[in-house]
């Protein structure tokens, strides 16, 4: 392999990298690159739609807490994967997407997939790099990687013109770099006066978000807990960094969980607030006590402070802090002094959580046809019981119930389309979880129009060997948008939600697959071992009450947006 260009640079930093995985679809302004990771240890994972490498590319960055990497070529290419790459935004997903484009020399010539693509992404990303120097390109992918993961983690793009892959460089100008940024500040003043506040507290909580699962303080969590007894909740990447069957664990701080999470929220004298953000889910911090002290601490500056007023702001990397306040609590010597103080506050939090799943049981357990979308979701967390299982959900009313029922007990085994709200996520991400964890079960809970907006990574899965189980949560409708509608107009708007029967089943079957239909709630269970036995990438199309409301739908009636 004497021919060097540009091309073979970037393939050689990408597997000097130790790059497993590039999701991508081929085209000719990356070719070049494509060229000379043939036959090397880098797999070019070929997808249906650009889109759908990029949500692989988040998948996989989500799951690790390390870069991954989507290829996209010129034009189309590029703007098929601008949603992907706003979805990895509001995830704080280490995505690195590598773009062709078309020469310098052919710019402003009307050349084929000709257009100016750094301002369309520069707002969308974390960094937008551009490399026009053939001996740099080492450089700028040491950049991409190094900026994806710097303080809070976010999606890069780095762009290169085809005639520079394909220029001769000068290999003496050529440096190669491989850097890796750690960082585990801690505010060892601002964690002395946490431990005040928490002495002061008779009824705290403790929140952790994305920001714990990116650090990996789940052992530091689990121990500061324990150590203090203090009631605690997960939310969207730290699901399952305490396990839900923790006896401290009240599962998600989402307020429509069944369970306890309101009365905790609305309740409590004080928050602590771990590398999440005050977003939507928590109706913007307005799901809080007004009076309670607020506790906020993250990696990234900017996030402090966003829609309330903290009592104390601290800056810093979610694990070093964790261990900051368990060592202080053990100078202290208070550990068992907390644990009595915060006493009757979470025996108040366990019967909250009780009188909840209570509330929620009849759902959960409802005969009939059209199959309940709760008993469905119910029956989904009964079967995959496993520690290790993994569940992903897409679809808005489907992601709200299954999100309303999941028991999760490892971090990183649930996954959804999170903040940016965005349908089709769950086939790519299932397929990403089964590719980085072939040994254990993968099981995607999507609804029917979710289903249509990438169908086709269903023949990715069976072209790849990978065995997803697809449950398809079938209401013949968009079903959020009709529900909203239905609350908000008195009706729905039947140009744009209704979808009528479609055999999702069948189509699977015709690529290769397993497929099965259902509309009994006692027939669940017995697809769902049929599809795993089958060893096949199959879908099971699940008929689910159209009239079922869920509180999603409720939400969306009732956003601002929807207001005259």
């Given at each position: 392999?004497?021919?060097?260009?540009?091309?073979?640079?970037?393939?050689?930093?990408?597997?000097?990298?130790?790059?497993?995985?590039?999701?991508?679809?081929?085209?000719?302004?990356?070719?070049?690159?494509?060229?000379?990771?043939?036959?090397?240890?880098?797999?070019?994972?070929?997808?249906?739609?650009?889109?759908?490498?990029?949500?692989?590319?988040?998948?996989?960055?989500?799951?690790?807490?390390?870069?991954?990497?989507?290829?996209?070529?010129?034009?189309?290419?590029?703007?098929?994967?601008?949603?992907?790459?706003?979805?990895?935004?509001?995830?704080?997903?280490?995505?690195?997407?590598?773009?062709?484009?078309?020469?310098?020399?052919?710019?402003?010539?009307?050349?084929?997939?000709?257009?100016?693509?750094?301002?369309?992404?520069?707002?969308?990303?974390?960094?937008?790099?551009?490399?026009?120097?053939?001996?740099?390109?080492?450089?700028?992918?040491?950049?991409?990687?190094?900026?994806?993961?710097?303080?809070?983690?976010?999606?890069?793009?780095?762009?290169?013109?085809?005639?520079?892959?394909?220029?001769?460089?000068?290999?003496?100008?050529?440096?190669?770099?491989?850097?890796?940024?750690?960082?585990?500040?801690?505010?060892?003043?601002?964690?002395?006066?946490?431990?005040?506040?928490?002495?002061?507290?008779?009824?705290?909580?403790?929140?952790?978000?994305?920001?714990?699962?990116?650090?990996?303080?789940?052992?530091?969590?689990?121990?500061?807990?324990?150590?203090?007894?203090?009631?605690?909740?997960?939310?969207?990447?730290?699901?399952?960094?305490?396990?839900?069957?923790?006896?401290?664990?009240?599962?998600?701080?989402?307020?429509?969980?069944?369970?306890?999470?309101?009365?905790?929220?609305?309740?409590?004298?004080?928050?602590?607030?771990?590398?999440?953000?005050?977003?939507?889910?928590?109706?913007?911090?307005?799901?809080?006590?007004?009076?309670?002290?607020?506790?906020?601490?993250?990696?990234?500056?900017?996030?402090?402070?966003?829609?309330?007023?903290?009592?104390?702001?601290?800056?810093?990397?979610?694990?070093?802090?964790?261990?900051?306040?368990?060592?202080?609590?053990?100078?202290?010597?208070?550990?068992?002094?907390?644990?009595?103080?915060?006493?009757?506050?979470?025996?108040?939090?366990?019967?909250?959580?009780?009188?909840?799943?209570?509330?929620?049981?009849?759902?959960?357990?409802?005969?009939?046809?059209?199959?309940?979308?709760?008993?469905?979701?119910?029956?989904?967390?009964?079967?995959?019981?496993?520690?290790?299982?993994?569940?992903?959900?897409?679809?808005?009313?489907?992601?709200?119930?299954?999100?309303?029922?999941?028991?999760?007990?490892?971090?990183?085994?649930?996954?959804?389309?999170?903040?940016?709200?965005?349908?089709?996520?769950?086939?790519?991400y299932a397929n990403a979880a089964k590719l980085l964890h072939p040994d254990k079960r993968v099981l995607l809970v999507i609804g029917d129009g979710a289903a249509g907006f990438n169908f086709m990574e269903f023949q990715t899965a069976v072209r790849n060997n990978l065995p997803i189980v697809a449950v398809v949560a079938n209401d013949?409708?968009?079903?959020?948008?009709?529900?909203?509608?239905?609350?908000?107009?008195?009706?729905?708007?039947?140009?744009?939600?209704?979808?009528?029967?479609?055999?999702?089943?069948?189509?699977?079957?015709?690529?290769?697959?397993?497929?099965?239909?259902?509309?009994?709630?006692?027939?669940?269970?017995?697809?769902?071992?049929?599809?795993?036995?089958?060893?096949?990438?199959?879908?099971?199309?699940?008929?689910?009450?159209?009239?079922?409301?869920?509180?999603?739908?409720?939400?969306?009636?009732?956003?601002?947006?929807?207001?005259?």
């Amino acid at each position: 392999m004497d021919k060097m260009i540009g091309g073979r640079l970037a393939a050689e930093a990408l597997v000097e990298r130790g790059v497993k995985h590039i999701f991508t679809i081929s085209g000719g302004h990356i070719t070049p690159i494509y060229e000379f990771l043939e036959n090397t240890g880098v797999k070019l994972f070929c997808v249906r739609h650009e889109q759908a490498a990029v949500f692989m590319a988040e998948a996989m960055a989500r799951m690790t807490r390390q870069p991954a990497v989507a290829m996209v070529t010129a034009g189309p290419g590029f703007t098929n994967a601008l949603t992907g790459i706003a979805s990895a935004r509001l995830a704080n997903a280490p995505v690195i997407l590598i773009s062709g484009i078309v020469g310098l020399e052919m710019s402003e010539k009307l050349d084929l997939q000709d257009m100016v693509q750094l301002p369309v992404i520069q707002p969308m990303v974390k960094k937008a790099l551009v490399c026009h120097n053939v001996e740099r390109i080492p450089e700028f992918i040491d950049m991409a990687f190094r900026y994806a993961m710097q303080g809070r983690p976010g999606p890069v793009y780095l762009e290169i013109p085809v005639d520079v892959l394909n220029a001769k460089p000068d290999m003496a100008k050529v440096k190669t770099y491989k850097s890796t940024v750690v960082s585990k500040a801690v505010d060892a003043e601002g964690a002395s006066k946490i431990v005040d506040l928490l002495e002061q507290a008779k009824k705290p909580i403790l929140i952790a978000g994305s920001g714990a699962w990116y650090a990996d303080a789940g052992p530091e969590l689990i121990s500061f807990v324990e150590k203090t007894g203090i009631p605690a909740m997960t939310m969207a990447g730290a699901r399952g960094l305490i396990p839900d069957t923790h006896p401290l664990c009240f599962e998600s701080a989402l307020a429509i969980r069944p369970g306890a999470s309101l009365v905790a929220n609305t309740q409590a004298d004080l928050v602590l607030f771990l590398g999440s953000r005050l977003t939507l889910f928590f109706i913007f911090g307005n799901i809080f006590n007004a009076n309670a002290k607020f506790i906020q601490v993250d990696i990234e500056a900017e996030e402090i402070g966003r829609n309330r007023s903290v009592d104390l702001g601290v800056v810093s990397d979610i694990k070093a802090m964790v261990a900051e306040l368990a060592r202080i609590v053990d100078e202290r010597k208070i550990g068992a002094k907390l644990t009595k103080q915060y006493g009757e506050w979470v025996e108040t939090v366990r019967a909250a959580d009780a009188a909840g799943k209570a509330q929620a049981k009849p759902m959960w357990e409802k005969e009939g046809v059209p199959i309940h979308p709760m008993r469905l979701a119910r029956e989904i967390n009964d079967f995959m019981d496993r520690e290790d299982d993994i569940v992903v959900a897409d679809g808005g009313d489907t992601t709200t119930w299954m999100g309303m029922t999941r028991t999760v007990r490892k971090a990183g085994c649930y996954l959804d389309y999170g903040l940016y709200g965005c349908l089709a996520v769950g086939i790519p991400y299932a397929n990403a979880a089964k590719l980085l964890h072939p040994d254990k079960r993968v099981l995607l809970v999507i609804g029917d129009g979710a289903a249509g907006f990438n169908f086709m990574e269903f023949q990715t899965a069976v072209r790849n060997n990978l065995p997803i189980v697809a449950v398809v949560a079938n209401d013949t409708l968009f079903g959020m948008i009709a529900h909203s509608q239905q609350i908000r107009l008195g009706h729905a708007i039947k140009d744009g939600t209704e979808l009528g029967m479609v055999h999702y089943e069948k189509m699977v079957e015709a690529l290769g697959g397993f497929g099965a239909l259902v509309e009994k709630p006692e027939d669940i269970r017995p697809a769902l071992e049929a599809a795993f036995k089958s060893g096949r990438t199959a879908c099971i199309n699940v008929m689910v009450d159209p009239a079922t409301i869920s509180p999603g739908s409720v939400a969306l009636a009732n956003l601002g947006a929807y207001k005259a």
